[in-house]
Each structure stands twice: as C-alpha cells, then as structure tokens.
C-alpha cells in the first residue's frame, strides 16, 4: 500500500470531509441515551449517513482542485 503523493492536504478532499462526517455522525449516535435515540427514528440517522458516505465515493471520483485552481489528487 502506498500513500497517495499529496496526502498531508487529503483533509481538504471532499470524500475525506463526506467519511469524517459520516463517522461523527455514527459515533454521536452510539454515544447518545437511550431515551434521546428512541425519540430519532434510526432511518434518519441511516440515510443522512448513507448520503454521506455515497457523497464521499462521488468525491473521489471527481476531480477537486486547491485554492490555486490546481488538482488536489
């Protein structure tokens, strides 16, 4: 396995943004009550984090470009 070559700026990718946000999404959920989670439907959790995660494979796949107009990777 190899890094990719710019991978100190990956933060700024969109597929990296769309997975962290999936992963505080889940992390919130497990560490909420269990009254608080019985008052949101689990489905909603569910898609906004499907959504995310699909937004995220979409990312990769487009090319992004930095601040300078140059690809990022």
């Known amino acids: 396995m190899k890094l990719i070559d710019n991978w100190r700026c990956a933060w700024r990718f969109a597929s990296v943004r769309a997975m962290s946000a999936a992963l505080a999404i889940q992390a919130t959920w497990l560490s909420l ?29 487009i090319q992004q470009k930095g601040p300078d107009g140059a690809p990022l990777s």
């Open 33 to 61: 009550p269990d009254d608080l989670c019985e008052r949101i439907p689990l489905r909603i959790t569910a898609s906004v984090t499907g959504f995310l995660l699909i937004a995220g494979l979409l990312g990769r796949l």
